[in-house]
């Protein structure tokens, strides 16, 4: 770390680094003598940096607790303010929209949830209309940062588009993190949702477990967030884990022609099949249209119809988990979304996978559930400030 306070250049940067340890703390305290060590910075460049920054309302001090027997001063920590701002992570997904508030701790303070309209255009006015509401609801103490949202398909950085997404119409011609940006007056992170479902996951886990994984979104559709060696894996051109339009043509029935995996093993695709197999003869105690958790609660109880529809979409999902495996060798499978988190369609999926490897990767359900991606958004949106916050505070 380059030490002084001579240029405007360098005091930001050098602020950067302080701001950084902040975060890195939070919500822990830590010392004037602490920073200096962890950044390289001489104590008073350090210190001059923390009175700006208490200055600017970033950081506050700690009263220390009275020691007794104590000979000397004890050191004054300071920690981070966590309403010093707020980021808005969104999860933009084809059935509903969850929008959230959070402090710089990653605190969610407060959140909204609307059914997803039919076209990307009026998602977007959902989001900025949702975010006006909270952030006023929340008083004017409270200033936006940063945002980040995940959107169900491809994002495209250049040129600002959301590519193969079915199931949430109208990107084509959408520059959304433009858009977004600028009606919302700060910078917007655009992501995968199930990217940012791994993201979380991976800070949720806490072993080895999260260093090599697969996030797999089991819902309206399906898509998969690759973490290797700690680090997510978009591949060369952004569009890596779109597991959903895989071909396992020939899975379930060589007669069907070609068939995805999100044809097979989606909540749509196990409604229709439920309903199929009604339809073909086999009996149930539930109505035909049943929702998805009701259908997989009956197959856990040997509900024929039910015991079908799942075997299919299990059988399909070992498939592709196995293709997985192969090339990316994980140790662990996450499953999430409205069907995936569900245990019964985990342990479905894991007692078949034993037929296509010799040996397989943990495989669970992840605590997080539906809110997975949001809560991926809400800490995209708040890795982002650490680029932004301190030359807006330390600049002006």
């Given at each position: 770390m380059i030490d002084g306070s001579g240029s405007w250049a360098l005091r930001l940067r050098n602020g950067q680094a302080v701001f950084d340890e902040f975060m890195e703390a939070a919500p822990f305290p830590i010392s004037r003598a602490t920073l200096a060590r962890r950044?390289?910075?001489s104590k008073p460049t350090v210190s001059a940096l923390v009175s700006d920054l208490e200055d600017a309302g970033v950081v506050s001090l700690i009263p220390p607790e009275a020691s007794q027997g104590r000979i000397g001063r004890p050191a004054a920590p300071y920690a981070l303010v966590p309403d010093a701002?707020?980021?808005?992570?969104?999860?933009?997904?084809?059935?509903?929209?969850?929008?959230?508030?959070?402090?710089?701790?990653?605190?969610?303070?407060?959140?909204?949830?609307?059914?997803?309209?039919?076209?990307?255009?009026?998602?977007?006015?959902?989001?900025?209309g949702s975010t006006t509401r909270l952030?006023?609801?929340?008083?004017?103490?409270?200033?936006?940062?940063?945002?980040?949202?995940?959107?169900?398909?491809?994002?495209?950085?250049?040129?600002?588009?959301?590519?193969?997404?079915?199931n949430l119409a109208g990107f084509s011609d959408l520059p959304i993190r433009?858009?977004?940006?600028?009606?919302?007056?700060?910078?917007?992170?655009?992501?995968?949702d199930v990217n940012l479902a791994?993201?979380?996951?991976?800070?949720?886990?806490?072993d080895r477990g999260g260093l090599d994984f697969v996030a797999i979104s089991v819902g309206t559709g399906i898509g998969a967030g690759l973490v290797m060696d700690g680090r997510l894996y978009r591949g060369g051109h952004g569009a890596a884990g779109e597991l959903g339009s895989i071909?396992?043509?020939?899975?379930?029935?060589?007669?069907?022609g070609r068939q995805t995996l999100e044809d097979l093993a989606s909540a749509p695709a196990i409604r229709r099949r439920f309903r199929h197999a009604i339809d073909t003869g086999l009996t149930?105690?539930?109505?035909?249209?049943?929702?998805?958790?009701?259908?997989?609660?009956?197959?856990?109880?040997?509900?024929?119809?039910?015991?079908?529809?799942?075997?299919?979409?299990?059988?399909?999902?070992?498939?592709?988990?196995?293709?997985?495996?192969?090339?990316s060798d994980p140790a662990r499978i996450v499953f999430g979304g409205g069907v995936g988190s569900n245990p019964i369609f985990v342990d479905a999926v894991r007692s078949r996978l034993g037929g296509y490897l010799d040996e397989t990767p943990e495989l669970?359900?992840?605590?997080?559930?539906?809110?997975?991606?949001?809560?991926?958004?809400?800490?995209?949106?708040?890795?982002?400030?650490?680029?932004?916050?301190?030359?807006?505070?330390?600049g002006r």
């Open positions: 950044t390289g910075l701002a707020v980021v808005v992570g969104v999860d933009m997904g084809a059935t509903k929209v969850i929008v959230g508030v959070a402090d710089l701790l990653g605190r969610v303070l407060a959140e909204d949830r609307i059914e997803t309209a039919s076209h990307a255009r009026a998602a977007v006015d959902t989001v900025v952030l006023a609801g929340l008083g004017k103490g409270h200033l936006l940062e940063s945002g980040c949202v995940g959107v169900p398909g491809v994002y495209r950085p250049r040129p600002d588009r959301v590519e193969m997404s079915p433009a858009e977004l940006s600028e009606r919302l007056g700060v910078p917007v992170t655009i992501e995968n791994a993201v979380a996951e991976a800070e949720a886990m806490d071909d396992i043509s020939g899975v379930t029935d060589n007669r069907a149930s105690r539930l109505e035909r249209d049943a929702e998805v958790s009701e259908i997989l609660l009956a197959a856990s109880s040997d509900d024929e119809a039910a015991s079908e529809a799942l075997g299919i979409a299990a059988e399909a999902m070992a498939s592709a988990v196995a293709w997985l495996c192969w090339f669970v359900a992840s605590a997080l559930g539906s809110r997975a991606a949001f809560m991926g958004a809400i800490s995209t949106a708040r890795a982002s400030v650490r680029t932004t916050f301190v030359r807006g505070r330390l």
